[in-house]
């Protein structure tokens, strides 16, 4: 493990920086750390992905997989440390928060087809596969839950029994994707999780309700497929960064629950995950987003240092990682 740890020391500035944070558990103050994020911050991999962001909200979303979306590249950037006060974040901020829907919900440019009940027309709306994010990552990167509450409770109150549904702005019509309308959309319930948890526990029942749904999918991965979500042969590769429903994906966000470190089907996932490492204990991606390929994880040929960290940080807060 020390090699392992060692190893992503001597890496990107990113993986440096997280790795001194989530595994090694420095300060945010701690000098090394702090040279890792200065060193981060003037990463040209991560200088030229804010600095696309500047002209949000880039193109119109219509395909919600498609890895170059700029809310994606927003979520990657909170995830590996960038915050509001950092220099040019705040005027993408400003841009996300200029667009609100009527109910209160951040918007992103989209534009659904007629055929499938939308307008076939570029418009701000709000779907529950892209609000979420945007809400993940303005909280990740400090904005107040205090300016984003109203719109975050009224995506959380469309859990139902099951899960979250596929649902949309009203403003999208009879849009609805191909499920039927009582089943859970596992994307969306993941994504809501994952920003659910940034909010201190505010939305204890609705964490508990989406993970049972997560969790009783994969449990009944045979039988259940809803709005054509397998958790199958494409699901169990290890991919990163985060951006569609894969077991990857799925174990950070159900590991970050303390009451599901012990259950089985958690522990199932984890198992699936740990057979994949190598004889150093490193982790090789086994499917690519071609948008990223610029990053270490974004080849098949060799271990990735971010996808390594990823599984590390699930193994610590399960308590197998041996740090």
């Not at 901020?93 to 939308?118: C, K, M, W, Y």
């Not at 045979?222 to 494409?234: A, C, Q, S, V």
Request: charge should be neutral; aromatic fraction near 10%.
């Amino acid at each position: 493990m020390s090699n392992t740890i060692g190893w992503l020391l001597a890496s990107e500035p990113y993986v440096r920086y997280r790795t001194r944070l989530d595994l090694l558990g420095q300060s945010s103050d701690d000098s090394e750390v702090q040279q890792a994020r200065k060193e981060m911050l003037a990463s040209p991999l991560v200088r030229e992905l804010l600095s696309e962001l500047e002209v949000w909200p880039g193109g119109t979303v219509n395909n919600h997989k498609k890895a170059d979306l700029f809310y994606h590249k927003l979520a990657f950037l909170a995830e590996i440390g960038l915050t509001a006060e950092d220099p040019g974040v705040q005027s993408v901020i400003d841009r996300i928060t200029a667009h609100i829907s009527e109910q209160g919900v951040l918007e992103v440019r989209g534009n659904i087809p007629t055929v499938f009940g939308g307008t076939g027309e570029d418009i701000w709306i709000w779907m529950l596969c892209d609000a979420p994010r945007l809400y993940f990552s303005l909280l990740k990167m400090g904005v107040p839950y205090a300016s984003l509450g109203k719109g975050l409770d009224i995506l959380a109150a469309l859990i139902r029994d099951n899960g979250y549904p596929c649902a949309a702005s009203p403003i999208v019509g009879r849009f609805r994707g191909p499920g039927r309308k009582s089943d859970p959309c596992p994307y969306a319930t993941l994504l809501m999780l994952s920003v659910l948890l940034q909010t201190k526990d505010r939305y204890h029942s609705e964490l508990h309700t989406g993970a049972e749904c997560l969790l009783s999918l994969w449990e009944h991965s045979r039988e259940l497929h809803p709005f054509l979500f397998y958790t199958g042969t494409d699901f169990r590769k290890l991919k990163a960064p985060f951006i569609w429903y894969d077991i990857l994906h799925a174990a950070d966000v159900l590991s970050q629950m303390e009451w599901l470190r012990n259950d089985p089907r958690v522990l199932e996932m984890i198992d699936i995950i740990k057979s994949k490492a190598d004889g150093d204990g490193r982790y090789t991606p086994e499917s690519v987003w071609m948008a990223w390929k610029a990053w270490d994880f974004g080849q098949k040929k060799q271990p990735s240092p971010w996808l390594t960290f990823l599984v590390l940080r699930i193994l610590k807060r399960i308590g197998g990682s041996g740090i």
